[in-house]
């Protein structure tokens, strides 16, 4: 079998490492059929191959233990910076293959040169905290999402987000589904949103960001961040699935000095399922790699899916070195509250992105008072002080309602 390599010690800089999850009748057939569909081969011998070839370029399956099968491919495979071949090639119509039942693509290791010539996060986890100045104190950021997460018009929104901000967030972000509906237009909704930011920010003294959703074709998308940028915005964000790489590259190579929020919006489609697809820890690399500032990741304790593992994993491994990149800025979100505080804190650490929307706005003091009582339990968390103790003093947290209880 010219494919299959066990025992082969693949060097990290001349390969790319990837990890799969296989259900087939046959291991070794499925693997040798993997790896020749995904690198240079074909279902029947052909007199166009050449040793030469098949050495430099053919993949290695190089271990099968159990169901899970590692295949190194030659570098030279791959064209850098390009997102949607690497997945043409790593995770393309192997999916569809007939000797498989079930096939999921778990990790990839990338060379340290071909990552490094992706342009990766314009600013990281880093960059988005020297922004807001909250580099010193090194505490979680703290955002929500304008809601109800469609509906209200330009006005309404910018006034969300002002009490928002006012109560103390730094962050605040359209909702995956808002862009330029005929209820609240694009360049009418960021228009008055900045506005009211640059209002909270004189009146707190504190740095804010918000994330208006450019998400669409790759012109429009280049239109709206141009925009932004026009306006004075720090943040855009793009649906990075349903956009593409390839337009997520596109907005990314413009180097607007803006930072990138990216969404996972129907990542799930092919990533919830633990036997077949593509798991959200590849994902979250290549979204690292094409260039996120910040990524949703899970939560553990929210309403979102996610093994406390799995999400921890995605939390180390975009926080981790990889070739020249910057570490990403893992945002946190799906039904949050003051009261989930102490658990991601104790779960993530502080350098997460804590995100709330009904956990906010759900508050009976309004969206301001909640905003300050996500503030507050941020400030317990970090003097260690027990959400119930510090709530005595604080009048937004002890007023949380009754189903956030901490």
């Not at 930072?259 to 820890?281: E, Q, S, T, V």
């Not at 039904?335 to 997460?352: C, E, H, Q, R, S």
């Not at 905003?371 to 947290?397: C, F, W």
Request: aromatic share 8%; with cysteine; hydrophobic share 40%.
């Amino acid at each position: 079998m010219a494919f299959l390599k066990l025992g082969f010690a693949p060097d990290p800089e001349k390969y790319v490492l990837c990890t799969y999850y296989v259900e087939a009748p046959d291991l070794k057939k499925a693997g040798e059929e993997l790896g020749a569909e995904s690198s240079i081969g074909t279902w029947t011998k052909i007199g166009t191959m050449k040793e030469s070839i098949l050495e430099k370029l053919g993949a290695r399956v190089y271990s099968i233990n159990k169901n899970i099968l590692k295949i190194a491919y030659p570098v030279d495979l791959f064209e850098e910076n390009n997102m949607p071949q690497f997945l043409s090639d790593a995770a393309g119509n192997i999916f569809g293959m007939k000797s498989v039942q079930n096939l999921r693509m778990l990790d990839f290791e990338v060379p340290k040169a071909y990552a490094s010539s992706f342009l990766g996060p314009e600013f990281g986890r880093d960059g988005v905290r020297e922004a807001l100045g909250t580099k010193a104190s090194r505490r979680p950021h703290i955002g929500t999402i304008v809601k109800p997460k469609v509906g209200l018009n330009p006005k309404e929104t910018a006034k969300v987000a002002y009490e928002s901000w006012a109560g103390g967030l730094d962050f605040v972000k359209d909702d995956e589904n808002l862009t330029s509906q005929k209820f609240c237009p694009f360049e009418e909704r960021v228009s008055m949103v900045l506005d009211a930011k640059d209002k909270a920010q004189s009146e707190t003294g504190e740095k804010k960001m918000y994330a208006a959703n450019i998400t669409g074709s790759a012109e429009v998308m280049l239109n709206r961040a141009e925009y932004v940028k026009e306006l004075g915005g720090n943040c855009i964000m793009i649906d990075i699935i349903t956009a593409g790489f390839s337009g997520f590259q596109y907005i990314r190579s413009h180097n607007f000095g803006m930072a990138i929020h990216a969404h996972r919006a129907m990542y799930a489609a092919f990533a919830r399922n633990p036997k077949h697809g593509i798991a959200m820890l590849p994902i979250a690399k290549m979204a690292r790699m094409c260039g996120a500032d910040q990524l949703h990741i899970g939560t553990v304790v929210g309403k979102m899916e996610g093994a406390k593992d799995e999400v921890l994993a995605i939390h180390k491994s975009i926080n981790s070195p990889m070739g020249k990149l910057k570490p990403l800025f893992s945002v946190c979100s799906g039904g949050l509250a003051p009261a989930n505080v102490p658990d991601l804190l104790k779960i993530f650490g502080p350098d997460i992105v804590i995100q709330a929307g009904g956990g906010i706005h759900g508050h009976p003091d309004g969206t301001r008072a909640g905003a300050a009582a996500l503030r507050q339990a941020v400030e317990a968390g970090m003097k260690g002080i027990p959400l119930s103790e510090y709530s005595k003093t604080h009048k937004e947290l002890a007023r949380s309602p009754e189903k956030w209880k901490m």
